[in-house]
């Protein structure tokens, strides 16, 4: 198949991209800097936010599938969050419209599997409502765009749809590696641990997301599923363990009054409120199943 790639150069966009051409897929770049963009069979040009670039960029790659990997957290400030929204609403829209033109039958696209709203069990399937009123408001953009981006991809008449609900990813390059925006700051010593942590977080290496992303392209399969590992973990089990794993000192517990103030809305939330998600759903329709299924001592092995 022609399998074109939004967001190449991230990081599941270059773990995917040699496991599509493993499998024998013609696979199509698209990137905005060609400089050291990653080895493809075809490379083309496009800001994601240029529509009129998208259409012609997939105009020349004329995809079957297109797989939208566009993300801005590379900046973890409002910033960050303000342009991944844009990607996954105008983006979104965006490729959708060419791909139509472009003939392709299928997308595949990357939405988060912690965007539920804090109610009910501890672990949640992908029919939980989503938190599109959170009191954060760079959270509930992030969710509020996470709902337009299912919802365009889901309504596209004529394009089969996948939204796929990455867990929070670990491995090289994201914010859990050593050397990553959360990786630094626990190694350092620098993370706290609320008192009370139940929250709880549902993880997924980096490569196990890649790989289901291959199941996706080549699936007949079509909703959201929930790719995460098999072990929902609360914050007080996975923060002092990943703690050790990286060598850093254990997290010095705070109250729960001030988590907020102390470690920003979202980390604060995501160690108090946040609930699991399960990947039931993933493992029945896509075949997919973690090579990893439990982020437990293995989190930080691969940088070493
Ligand atoms: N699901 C999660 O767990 C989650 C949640 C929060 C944060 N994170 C963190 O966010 C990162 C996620 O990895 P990822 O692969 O999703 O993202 P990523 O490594 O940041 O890659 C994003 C991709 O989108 C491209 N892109 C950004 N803006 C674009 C635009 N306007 N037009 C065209 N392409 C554009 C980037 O291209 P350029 O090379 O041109 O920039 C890059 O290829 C990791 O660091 C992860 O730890 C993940």
């Given at each position: 198949?022609?399998?074109?790639?939004?967001?190449?150069?991230?990081?599941?966009?270059?773990?995917?991209?040699?496991?599509?051409?493993?499998?024998?897929?013609?696979?199509?770049?698209?990137?905005?800097?060609?400089?050291?963009?990653?080895?493809?069979?075809?490379?083309?040009?496009?800001?994601?936010?240029?529509?009129?670039?998208?259409?012609?960029?997939?105009?020349?790659?004329?995809?079957?599938?297109?797989?939208?990997?566009?993300?801005?957290?590379?900046?973890?400030?409002?910033?960050?969050?303000?342009?991944?929204?844009?990607?996954?609403?105008?983006?979104?829209?965006?490729?959708?419209?060419?791909?139509?033109?472009?003939?392709?039958?299928?997308?595949?696209?990357?939405?988060?599997?912690?965007?539920?709203?804090?109610?009910?069990?501890?672990?949640?399937?992908?029919?939980?409502?989503?938190?599109?009123?959170?009191?954060?408001?760079?959270?509930?953009?992030?969710?509020?765009?996470?709902?337009?981006?299912?919802?365009?991809?889901?309504?596209?008449?004529?394009?089969?749809?996948?939204?796929?609900?990455?867990?929070?990813?670990?491995?090289?390059?994201?914010?859990?590696?050593?050397?990553?925006?959360?990786?630094?700051?626990?190694?350092?010593?620098?993370?706290?641990?609320?008192?009370?942590?139940?929250?709880?977080?549902?993880?997924?290496?980096?490569?196990?997301?890649?790989?289901?992303?291959?199941?996706?392209?080549?699936?007949?399969?079509?909703?959201?599923?929930?790719?995460?590992?098999?072990?929902?973990?609360?914050?007080?089990?996975?923060?002092?363990?990943?703690?050790?794993?990286?060598?850093?000192?254990?997290?010095?517990?705070?109250?729960?009054?001030?988590a907020g103030r102390l470690l920003g809305w979202f980390t604060a939330y995501q160690l108090t409120e946040l609930r699991g998600a399960s990947n039931d759903r993933a493992r029945l329709s896509l075949d997919w199943k973690p090579s990893r299924p439990s982020w437990r001592g293995g989190m930080v092995d691969d940088e070493r």
């Amino acid at each position: 198949m022609r399998v074109l790639i939004a967001g190449a150069t991230g990081v599941l966009g270059r773990s995917l991209l040699p496991l599509l051409r493993a499998r024998g897929h013609h696979v199509t770049a698209m990137v905005r800097e060609p400089a050291g963009a990653p080895s493809a069979d075809l490379t083309v040009v496009a800001d994601a936010l240029d529509r009129d670039a998208v259409r012609a960029a997939l105009l020349v790659a004329r995809p079957d599938v297109v797989v939208h990997q566009l993300s801005a957290l590379t900046d973890r400030g409002p910033l960050g969050f303000e342009v991944t929204a844009r990607l996954r609403t105008e983006g979104t829209a965006n490729l959708l419209t060419a791909a139509r033109e472009a003939g392709a039958r299928r997308i595949v696209a990357q939405s988060i599997a912690f965007g539920t709203a804090p109610v009910g069990d501890p672990v949640l399937t992908e029919d939980a409502p989503l938190y599109l009123d959170a009191p954060d408001e760079d959270w509930a953009r992030t969710v509020q765009a996470i709902a337009e981006l299912e919802r365009l991809v889901v309504g596209t008449e004529g394009i089969s749809d996948v939204a796929l609900r990455y867990g929070t990813l670990y491995g090289p390059g994201t914010w859990y590696a050593r050397d990553g925006a959360i990786g630094a700051l626990v190694a350092a010593g620098k993370m706290r641990l609320p008192e009370t942590a139940g929250g709880i977080t549902s993880f997924v290496h980096v490569e196990d997301a890649a790989q289901a992303a291959v199941l996706a392209v080549e699936s007949d399969a079509t909703g959201t599923f929930n790719v995460t590992d098999d072990d929902p973990a609360e914050g007080s089990a996975w923060l002092p363990e990943f703690a050790a794993q990286l060598g850093g000192p254990t997290p010095r517990t705070i109250p729960a009054d001030l988590a907020g103030r102390l470690l920003g809305w979202f980390t604060a939330y995501q160690l108090t409120e946040l609930r699991g998600a399960s990947n039931d759903r993933a493992r029945l329709s896509l075949d997919w199943k973690p090579s990893r299924p439990s982020w437990r001592g293995g989190m930080v092995d691969d940088e070493r």
